[in-house]
C-alpha cells in the first residue's frame, strides 16, 4: 500500500471532469474561437448573449410550472420577447453597430486629419475629450433604441404565434336555428284562432 504523503493527491484522487475540460481547452476549436473572441469582440459578446437570452433564458421561463392557461399564455409571452430581443441585439450588433463602431473608431483615431477643430479643443481641455469619447460610445445605441424596440415588439408576436401556437381566433357563434314555421296547411286551417281574432266568418 503506497501513502501518500500530507497535501499530496494521486492522480486516481483528481475528479475525473479535469481531463475533459483540459481536453477542451486544449483544442484547436477552442483556440479558434477565442482568436475570434480577442479579434470581434463585440460580436462574440452579442454572441454569447444570444445563447444565453435567446436560448437558455426561455428554456428557463417555459421550464416554470403554469397555474393555468393564463400562466402558460404569460410564459410563452415572455420566452417569445426573450428570443426575440437577443436576435435583433445580435443583428444590430453584427450587422449595423460593428461598421459604425469601426467608422467611429477611425476617424476618432485621427481627429486631426478628419475632425480638426473638434480635435484642438479635446486637446487643450482632456475633460471635454472623455466626455466625447463617452457620448460616442453611447451615441449609436441611443439612436438605435426605438428601431431596436419597434422591431422586438414586431418579431416577439411572430415567434410566439410560431413556436408557442398560434392565437386562437374569436370562434364564430353558431347559427341560430330560424324558427319552425307551421305546414302550410295548418296555416290556412285556423278557424278558432281567426274567430278569435275577429276574422271572417
Do not use: W
Not at 381566433?169 to 314555421?181: I, L, N, R
Request: glycine fraction near 8%; proline fraction near 6%; hydrophobic fraction near 45%.
Amino acid at each position: 500500500m503506497t501513502i501518500n504523503p500530507i497535501g499530496a493527491t494521486s492522480s486516481a484522487a483528481k475528479p475525473q471532469f479535469t481531463g475533459a475540460v483540459d481536453k477542451v481547452l486544449g483544442s484547436k476549436a477552442f483556440e479558434k474561437v477565442a482568436e475570434f473572441a480577442g479579434k470581434n469582440s463585440a460580436t462574440f459578446n452579442a454572441a454569447s448573449s444570444l445563447v444565453m437570452a435567446g436560448v437558455l433564458r426561455p428554456a428557463a421561463i417555459m421550464a416554470l410550472p403554469a397555474k393555468n392557461e393564463n400562466d402558460q399564455k404569460n410564459k410563452g409571452n415572455a420566452a417569445a420577447h426573450a428570443i426575440a430581443s437577443a436576435v435583433i441585439g445580435f443583428a444590430i450588433t453584427s450587422v449595423v453597430m460593428k461598421p459604425i463602431s469601426k467608422g467611429l473608431g477611425k476617424v476618432m483615431g485621427d481627429t486631426e486629419k478628419y475632425l480638426p477643430k473638434l480635435h484642438e479643443k479635446m486637446k487643450s481641455n482632456p475633460a471635454f475629450e472623455k466626455n466625447v469619447n463617452k457620448v460616442l460610445s453611447f451615441g449609436p445605441d441611443i439612436i438605435l433604441a426605438v428601431p431596436r424596440a419597434l422591431l422586438t415588439s414586431k418579431l416577439s408576436g411572430v415567434i410566439n404565434k410560431a413556436l408557442f401556437g398560434k392565437k386562437k381566433g374569436a370562434e364564430k357563434a353558431a347559427p341560430q336555428a330560424a324558427p319552425q314555421q307551421a305546414p302550410a296547411a295548418q296555416v290556412a286551417q285556423r278557424p278558432v284562432l281567426d274567430n278569435f281574432k275577429g276574422g271572417t266568418k
